[in-house]
Nanobody, 117 residues
Framework: QVQLVESGGGLVQPGGSLRISCAAS????????MAWYRQSPGKERELVATISSVGGSTIYANSVKGRFTISRDNAKNTVYLQMNSLKPDDTAVYYC??????????WGQGTQVTVSS
């Protein structure tokens, strides 16, 4: 059974930084690309970033390009999202997923990121 457990969210001031993590289990982590999504109240869930299975290729939404960095540690079955220069518009619940498997796997509980002064 696939499990994805997000952590590390919190309250941060505009311009600040935060790193969130996602611990994965129930599948062979190193074989799959991974992704981060986010959802704000009243908005659809948005794809934020993806990373290839070995970490050599990354893709970002235009809204976070240059500010966010996705990475992974295949030895720890964990994917990370480093978020810098945070803006109030980045406020959302952040979710990780196996890229392309969201319908099969469902979603974890997510981690709340709030950017506010």
């Amino acid at each position: 059974q696939v499990q994805l457990v997000e952590s590390g969210g919190g309250l941060v001031q505009p311009g600040g930084s935060l790193r969130i993590s996602c611990a994965a289990s129930g599948f062979t982590f190193r074989n799959y690309a991974m992704a981060w999504y986010r959802q704000s109240p009243g908005k659809e869930r948005e794809l934020v970033a993806t990373i290839s299975s070995v970490g050599g290729s990354t893709i970002y939404a235009n809204s976070v390009k240059g500010r966010f960095t996705i990475s992974r540690d295949n030895a720890k079955n964990t994917v990370y999202l480093q978020m810098n220069s945070l803006k109030p518009d980045d406020t959302a619940v952040y979710y990780c997923s196996r890229a392309g498997y969201t319908q099969l796997d469902g979603w974890g509980q997510g981690t709340q990121v709030t950017v506010s002064s």
